[in-house]
């Protein structure tokens, strides 16, 4: 379906997202869904899996701040992973439309919903976008209960175990914000793709490579700096926090499926955890790593099938 470009305001910050429509027999009835991209990328991220999504219901990916065509402030309140939650759940509100359920903080401005219909949003986050949707939930489970009909986590973390946990992931947030300073984006991300976390993307074709680099390349490295000091893992609620609240969206009916890639050992490991506490669903996609909707399209597209019912 063809896609399509709003902005949304909040806070004094605009926000861009992209709306793919849908036409289809009985799309009325399908809960549409939210995309939450990943670091250093934007909604356009989600293409290759948001258009054929879009075939069966209506689908919305957001530019988070300082990413994408969203405003890239100076100031560090808008980068706080508390106040990107708060927008979340403020554009939950606004996408029902004016018979929503009121958010804290609402939109400085109302737009026509974008996507209509008789059921709440599925919101999906990818890593550091599962990061901003549970932020959301800690902050506010009964309103994110209220304007989401279920969440999608890829690869998410889930919060530090313990303040040890936390003081060490600080350090390594601030490291990469120096560097980001220091080196500049290209060299950065010279860096970054090196990663283990990454290393299964290597494999992937020349094309599929080139269009990712594009992506991080296009970023500002001081925005992206001001998200790793505000928004990155150990600004995250603790991991005792986050699992009491994706209890509480269980006990209120919302359910949540975590989807994690096979070669992905660490996030793997994690939605198996998640799994034998029977807080939620888990996927594990064979041949993937960290991005499943990246490496493994198809295969990311069945995991979303029939959710949430």
């Given at each position: 379906m063809a896609k399509r470009e709003e902005c949304f305001q909040h806070d004094g910050v605009r926000y861009r997202f992209a709306v793919w429509g849908c036409e289809a027999a009985?799309?009325?009835?399908?809960?549409?869904?939210?995309?939450?991209?990943?670091?250093?990328?934007?909604?356009?991220?989600w293409?290759?899996?948001?258009?054929p999504l879009?075939?069966?219901?209506?689908?919305?990916?957001?530019?988070?701040?300082?990413?994408?065509?969203?405003?890239?402030?100076?100031?560090?309140?808008?980068?706080?992973?508390?106040?990107?939650?708060?927008?979340?759940?403020?554009?939950?509100?606004?996408?029902?439309?004016?018979?929503?359920?009121?958010?804290?903080?609402?939109?400085?401005?109302?737009?026509?919903?974008?996507?209509?219909?008789?059921?709440?949003?599925v919101?999906?986050?990818?890593?550091?976008?599962?990061?901003?949707?549970?932020?959301?939930?800690?902050r506010q489970p009964g309103a994110f209960a209220r304007c989401a009909g279920g969440l999608v986590l890829e690869s998410a973390g889930l919060g530090p175990v313990d303040e040890r946990e936390r003081k060490d992931a600080a350090e390594r947030d601030a490291r990469n914000a120096a560097a980001l300073r220091r080196d500049g984006l290209s060299a950065f991300m010279d860096a970054w793709e090196r990663l283990p976390l990454f290393a299964t993307q290597r494999d992937l074709p020349a094309s599929t490579c080139e269009r990712v680099r594009a992506g991080r390349l296009a970023n500002d490295a001081e925005a992206l700096a001001r998200t790793f000091e505000h928004a990155g893992q150990h600004a995250m609620p603790s991991r005792g926090d986050v699992l009491a609240a994706l209890a509480s969206l269980r006990d209120s009916g919302v359910p949540v499926r975590y989807i994690a890639g096979a070669r992905d050992v660490k996030y793997r490991a994690l939605a198996e955890g998640l799994e034998d506490e029977g807080l939620c669903e888990v996927r594990v996609v064979a041949g993937a790593g960290h991005n499943v909707h990246l490496e493994e399209p198809?295969?990311?597209?069945?995991?979303?099938?029939?959710?949430?019912?």
């Open positions: 009985g799309a009325a009835g399908a809960a549409p869904v939210v995309l939450l991209h990943g670091f250093a990328q934007s909604a356009a991220s293409d290759g899996v948001a258009e879009s075939c069966t219901r209506p689908v919305v990916a957001l530019d988070l701040v300082g990413h994408g065509g969203s405003d890239r402030p100076k100031g560090a309140a808008a980068y706080a992973l508390e106040a990107q939650g708060e927008m979340l759940l403020a554009f939950l509100a606004s996408a029902l439309g004016e018979a929503g359920p009121a958010a804290p903080g609402g939109p400085d401005e109302r737009f026509a919903a974008p996507v209509q219909g008789s059921r709440k949003p919101v999906v986050g990818y890593s550091m976008g599962g990061r901003v949707a549970l932020a959301a939930v800690c198809a295969a990311y597209l069945r995991t979303l099938e029939g959710f949430p019912g």
